[in-house]
Structures are given as C-alpha cells and as structure tokens.
C-alpha cells in the first residue's frame, strides 16, 4: 500500500509521470488520425505561446502554407480548418513540456523535502535523460514530413511511440521497486512463468511496432497508403488469407517493412501470436501457486488482450475512424503496463530468482 511506503511522495511522483507519459501517447494518435501532426513546423525546447490573436493565427497559417503538407495535399485548406489540427499538435507538444515541469519541478520539490534517496540518482539522471531524447526524437520525426514528402517516416513514427512507451516502462518500473520492497517477497511458484511473461512482452513489443508502421505513411511504398486503410476485411485480407500484394516486392525485408500490404499482414500475425502466449501463460498460471500481484498480472492480460483483439477487429473493418483508433492505442497501452506489471513481480517476487 502506498499509504504506508516510507516513499510514497516519490511513488505518487513517478505515477503522475506515468499518466501524463499515457495522456502524450493518447493525445499523439489523435494527432496523428486527425493529420495534425506537421502543422507546426517550428520547434522550441521550451514551448511558445499559441496564436492569441488574428494575426497571429494568420502568420502561422503563413508558415504552414510553406510546407509540403501544404502544398501538395492541403492546398485549398482554410485558416479555420488550419485552427484545428494546429490545436492537436500544440496540445501534444504542451503535454510533453508538461511532463518535462512535473518532473523537473517535482524533483526539486523532492529534494528539498530530503525525499530522494542517494541510491536513487542514477536512476533518475537516466530518467531524465530520457525524457530529454522523447522530445528530440519527436521533432526528428516531424523534421522528416517537413522536406520533401509531406508525410512523416513510418519507422520513426514507431521510434517516437516506442520511446515513449519505454519511458513509460521505466518509470513505472521505478515505481513498483519503491511499491514492492524486496523483504515483502512472498513463497509462490511465480519464476516458472517469467520467461512466458518475458516472451509475451517481447512480442507485444513487436506487434506495437507493427501497429505503428499500419497507422503510417510506409516509407518507399509508391502508393503512399496507410496499411490500416486497405484490407478492411476479417478474417481474410479481401478474399483471401495471404493476397499477392503481400509478398509483391523483391525481398523478404522489403515485404515486411516497406509493404503496405505486407506490413498489415504482419500485424494481424503477431496478433495471433500474441493470443497464442496469453493462452500458454493463462493454462500454467492456472496451475501454479501464485501471489495476488502475479494472478493480477495474468488478469490483466487475459481481459486486456481480449478487449484489444475485437478493438484491432472493428479498427479494420471500419477504416481506422479516430474514436477507434484511440481506444486501440489506449488499449495497446494498457496491455503494455499490464506486461511489465507482471514481468515486475514474476522476477522479483519469486522465491527464485
């Protein structure tokens, strides 16, 4: 209980961390449905001020015009239409110097109420480190839709969403240590589904990747589609399981990363394999003796996995609309927490470690 952690102010610190680092990736798949994403093409480490007035709005709708974006697919777009994907992008980026505030200032808070303990400082040094690369690695992935091509590398739009959910993951391992003290292990038989717990992480990984390329524009795919939009039939791709469009292109990396086709392909596979561990780690949890932490991993994952695969399902079928869209990312987040919740207390609660 964090009522009675000799940490708690810390906990309720890295927790606080951990929602807004959820609230950036929710606020970022609104940004990126509702094409909002390079409507600022400007960056500032330290944020600015939206437009407040008319003619501040029409000075950056003046530097919007001057993009590719602009050019060659928005070109008949108007200032009030503007107004409103510069409102998603500016709420992302606030977010993100948000979180940088709450850390940064709570840190500081922290320290002078001695809350900090010397152990922790290289923790947090590489904490901060890594909220310091999610930043630049988004303006990195921006950068490359404001050249040429009026749209964003697929490959770094999934090295934005991983790294985020990596520093997501690090806090809230962070947090759990503090939470679960090594002298409150309890005797349980949970080490014998940690290297299912590791296998499952390791495939949700891949299949979060995979659902990062989908919602993209696939970098050298001519036909500049967004793999999530065709295809939109379950279970077959069209009328059939594996069409020839998945396997078009000269190589097997090519199919795989610089497909449309290929690439959905790939992601409604992983899904599969993704229900397949679930199922692997649910029968021999069901025959273990576990800790409430560790039934309340595998929990979690059984219902999330569930909800996410009829979430991903109506996704397809009805083209990616943005209240969709969200809720699957939500639930691809969840699932993430969820793992490396269970992967926590599989290795460190374990009476073998």
Not at 48 to 75: C, G, H, T
Not at 147 to 166: C, D, E, G
Not at 302 to 319: A, M, P, S
Request: proline share 3%.
């Amino acid at each position: 209980m964090i009522s009675q952690n000799s940490n708690k102010a810390v906990i309720y610190w890295l927790l606080t961390g951990c929602t807004l680092v959820y609230v950036m990736v929710v606020v970022g798949c609104i940004t990126r449905l509702t094409h909002s994403g390079l409507s600022i093409t400007d960056w500032s480490f330290m944020g600015s001020m939206p437009p407040l007035s008319e003619a501040d709005w029409v000075e950056r709708f003046a530097k919007y015009q001057q993009s590719p974006e602009f050019i060659k697919v928005n070109y008949s777009m108007q200032l009030t239409e503007f107004k409103h994907i510069f409102f998603w992008e500016y709420i992302h980026r606030m977010i993100g110097r948000t979180m940088m505030y709450v850390f940064s200032i709570g840190l500081i808070v922290l320290i002078i109420r001695k809350k900090i303990d010397k152990k922790m400082l290289p923790s947090l040094i590489l904490l901060f480190f890594m909220g310091a690369m999610q930043a630049v690695i988004g303006w990195w992935m921006v950068y490359s839709g404001l050249q040429n091509k009026p749209a964003v590398s697929h490959y770094r739009l999934a090295i934005h969403l991983m790294s985020a959910f990596t520093l997501f993951a690090y806090t809230f391992w962070f947090a759990l240590k503090l939470l679960n003290p090594k002298e409150n292990i309890q005797e349980n038989e949970g080490y014998k589904l940690k290297w299912w717990s590791l296998l499952f992480f390791v495939v949700l990984i891949k299949q979060i990747i995979y659902g990062a390329f989908t919602a993209g524009y696939v970098e050298g795919d001519a036909s500049k589609i967004r793999p999530g939009h065709i295809f939109n039939s379950w279970p077959k791709m069209g009328d059939e399981w594996m069409p020839e469009q998945v396997t078009m292109k000269g190589s097997f990396f090519a199919n795989v990363m610089e497909n449309a086709s290929g690439i959905q392909f790939m992601h409604r596979t992983l899904a599969l394999l993704v229900v397949t561990v679930l199922c692997v780690i649910w029968y021999k949890s069901d025959k273990l003796k576990l800790t409430a932490s560790q039934y309340r991993g595998v929990t979690f994952l059984v219902y999330g996995v569930t909800i996410q695969f009829i979430l991903g399902v109506l996704t397809l079928l009805y083209q990616v609309p943005v209240l969709l869209g969200v809720m699957h990312q939500t639930g691809a987040f969840f699932l993430f927490a969820s793992s490396v919740y269970l992967i926590f207390h599989t290795f460190r609660n374990t009476s073998k470690v």
